[in-house]
C-alpha cells in the first residue's frame, strides 16, 4: 500500500505565493509520474502540473510561468511551488503518483487534497 500525504496549503492574497509538498511513502519501487491536480467548486478535476522521473514537466495553460513543479526522488516527495496567485486558482489540491510498487504493479495514488484559497 502507497500513502500520499500533502502539505502547505492555506489561504494567501492575490500576488502571493504558497508551496505544496506532497510525500510518498510504502511499498514503492519507483514513482514514474509525479503530479497535482485540483478541483474548484462546482468544477472537474484538472491537472496543474507533472512531473516524470527523467524531468520532464508539462503544466496546464493557466499556470504556465507562476508554477514550478519540482521533486526529490531520494525522498519520494513532489513540490508545487505556486507564485502571483490568483483568485482562480482557489481549489482543493491534490498530489498524484502513478507509482511501480515493490509488488510490480503500477497504480496511480491520491492524496487527501489541501485547500488553497486566494483572495482578491
Known amino acids: 500500500q502507497v500513502r500520499l500525504v500533502e502539505s502547505g496549503g492555506g489561504l494567501v492574497q492575490a500576488g502571493g505565493s504558497l508551496r505544496l509538498s506532497c510525500a510518498a511513502s510504502?511499498?514503492?519501487?519507483?514513482?514514474?509520474?509525479m503530479g497535482w491536480y485540483r478541483q474548484a467548486p462546482g468544477k472537474q478535476r484538472e491537472l496543474v502540473a507533472h512531473?516524470?522521473?527523467?524531468?520532464?514537466?508539462n503544466y496546464a495553460d493557466s499556470v504556465k510561468g507562476r508554477f514550478t513543479i519540482s521533486r526529490d526522488d531520494a525522498k519520494n516527495t513532489v513540490y508545487l511551488q505556486m507564485n502571483s496567485l490568483k483568485p482562480e486558482d482557489t481549489a482543493v489540491y491534490y498530489c498524484?503518483?502513478?507509482?511501480?510498487?515493490?509488488?510490480?504493479?503500477?497504480?496511480?495514488?491520491w492524496g487527501q487534497g489541501t485547500q488553497v484559497t486566494v483572495s482578491s
Open positions: 498524484n503518483a502513478e507509482v511501480i510498487t515493490s509488488q510490480m504493479r503500477e497504480t496511480a495514488y
Open positions: 510504502g511499498s514503492i519501487f519507483v514513482i514514474p509520474v
Open positions: 512531473m516524470r522521473s527523467r524531468g520532464t514537466t
